[in-house]
């Protein structure tokens, strides 16, 4: 069975400074996606970057990349340049493939002014 | 713009009644999702659905029923078997469902039993 561990329930971080929010995922897969969604206060969840088990370069996505171990079977989210608006709740998920998404139970981050 | 709408935003039931939430996308894509979130929790599949007229339950598919008439609508109904239904309720939908495809949400419906 899949799983996806966040072990931070919280995260402050400074406006302008980067932060990293952890994920660490347990799969007997070869083959499988890794995801980061961002869900503000409004409740809907923001697909924010996605990378692929078989892809060697970290994905980025304007100032989001992503820390992929594959060995740690670790893959962090980094957000550079930190803005007020970042503050939210962050879901990592993995999917190996069918329909089943698992997703961990979030972080949230706080960004001071 | 295409997208995914949910409706109501609010939406509260009381004892016994059954409710639909509705979900409706306008990408195109051929699978549709539908999760519960409890306070501080992360996503729980109720249902999904591959292609029309086509579902399977989830995890937690027990109080629920769903419909796949149209490959633009998903709507779910909470019914009174379910014991504890107020929660955040999220629709999705993907491409396909193979590991690269990456889900797109609805905005959501926060659900409330009196």
């Known amino acids: 069975a899949q799983k996806i561990t966040q072990t931070q329930p919280g995260m402050f971080v400074q406006e302008k400074e980067a932060v990293t929010l952890d994920c660490t995922y347990d799969?007997?897969?070869?083959?499988?996606?890794l995801f980061w969604y961002k869900q503000p206060s409004s409740g809907e969840m923001i697909f924010l970057i996605y990378?692929?088990?078989?892809?060697?370069q970290n994905a980025t996505e304007g100032r989001y990349s992503l820390n992929f171990q594959k060995a740690r079977k670790s893959a962090n989210l980094v957000i550079s340049a930190s803005q007020l608006g970042d503050s939210a709740m962050y879901f990592c998920a993995i999917n190996t493939g069918g329909f089943k998404t698992i997703f961990g139970a979030g972080t949230r981050l706080f960004v001071k002014a | 713009d295409g997208g995914i709408t949910q409706s109501p935003k609010y939406l509260f039931r009381k004892e016994g009644q059954n409710v639909t939430l509705s979900c409706e996308q306008n990408?195109?894509?051929?699978?549709m999702y539908w999760y519960r979130q409890d306070p501080g929790q992360g996503l729980r599949l109720i249902y999904y659905?591959?292609?029309?007229?086509?579902?399977q339950k989830g995890d937690i598919a027990e109080g629920y029923s769903v419909s796949r008439e149209k490959k633009e609508s998903f709507p779910l109904t909470v019914t009174s078997a379910q014991k504890n239904p107020t929660a955040f309720y999220l629709c999705a939908s993907s491409i396909g469902s193979g590991n690269t495809d990456t889900q797109y949400f609805g905005p959501g419906t926060r659900l409330t039993v009196l």
């Open positions: 990408l195109n894509h051929d699978a």
């Open positions: 659905s591959q292609i029309v007229n086509d579902f």
């Open positions: 990378q692929g088990s078989y892809d060697e």
């Open positions: 799969t007997s897969d070869q083959s499988y996606g």
